[in-house]
């Protein structure tokens, strides 16, 4: 289990427990993180799942490639460490890993 905190929309911080091998998009759902919408389940598709990986954090997860990075241009002020949530797969190396929600996921 990796700890990851999630500070959602409203600016209140939630910390979980999030399962290695699942998504950051799993464990906000799992967890009733408030601002993780992922309309479409994780199928990278919708965006929904949006969310800034915070400082010092980014380098060792991002950037985003691929049809990650082709939906992010779908996302409402998508940013330099914007990422998808289901496509951030959670490991022991992201223990301490803070998740920003947007505001307009609120
Ligand atoms: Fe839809 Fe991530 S849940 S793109």
């Known amino acids: ?7 959602q929309p409203d600016g209140a911080e ?15 759902v799992r967890n009733g993180v408030k601002g993780m919408e992922a309309e479409c389940g994780g199928a990278c598709s919708c ?3 949006h969310c800034y990986i915070e400082e010092p954090w980014f380098e060792q997860v991002g950037p985003a490639e691929g049809d990650e990075e082709g939906m992010l241009e779908f996302a409402f002020e998508a940013k ?3 990422m998808l949530g289901c496509q951030v797969k959670v490991n022991p190396s992201l223990d301490g890993l803070v998740v920003r ?6």
């Open 1 to 7: 289990m990796t700890k990851i905190t999630f500070i």
């Open 14 to 28: 939630k910390q979980v427990e999030a399962a290695d091998g699942h998504s950051l998009m799993d464990a906000a």
């Open 47 to 49: 965006a929904t799942c």
């Open 80 to 82: 330099q460490n914007s």
């Open 101 to 106: 929600l947007p505001t307009s996921q609120g």
